[in-house]
C-alpha cells in the first residue's frame, strides 16, 4: 500500500520557522515530481512548491518564495518544506503529494498536516 505521511506540524508565533517532513513507503518515488499543497479555511487549495527528481528543478508559489525552501532525499523516500520567517498566512493544512512528471496529474496524496502560525 502506497502511502505519504507528514509530520513537523504545529502550532509557531509569526517570524518562526517549522520543517515538514513527508516520508513515502510502497513504492519508490525517485523519479517522481514531488509537491507541497495547502489549504486553509474557505480557501482552494495552492500548490506551495515542487521539486523534480534531482532536486535540480523547483517551483515556489509567489507568496513563499525566498521563505520556503523544498528539498528531498531520494535515498531516504523523504521530501521537506523549510519554512521561515512564517506569517499568519501560511496557517493551513499542509498535504505533499506526488505525480511523474509535470505533465501529468498529482495521483499519490497525503493526509496533512496542521500550520498553525500565531500574530
Known amino acids: 500500500q502506497v502511502q505519504l505521511v507528514e509530520s513537523g506540524g504545529g502550532l509557531v508565533q509569526a517570524g518562526g520557522s517549522l520543517r515538514l517532513s513527508c516520508t513515502a513507503s510502497?513504492?519508490?518515488?525517485?523519479?517522481?515530481?514531488m509537491g507541497w499543497f495547502r489549504q486553509a479555511p474557505g480557501k482552494e487549495r495552492e500548490l506551495v512548491a515542487d521539486i523534480n527528481w534531482s532536486g535540480g528543478s523547483t517551483y515556489y508559489a509567489d507568496s513563499v518564495k525566498g521563505r520556503f525552501t523544498i528539498s528531498r532525499d531520494v535515498a531516504k523516500n523523504t521530501v521537506y518544506l523549510q519554512m521561515d520567517s512564517l506569517k499568519p498566512e501560511d496557517t493551513a493544512v499542509y498535504c505533499c503529494a506526488a505525480r511523474p512528471s509535470r505533465l501529468r496529474e498529482y495521483d499519490y496524496w497525503g493526509q496533512g498536516t496542521q500550520v498553525t502560525v500565531s500574530s
Open positions: 510502497g513504492r519508490t518515488f525517485s523519479t517522481y515530481i
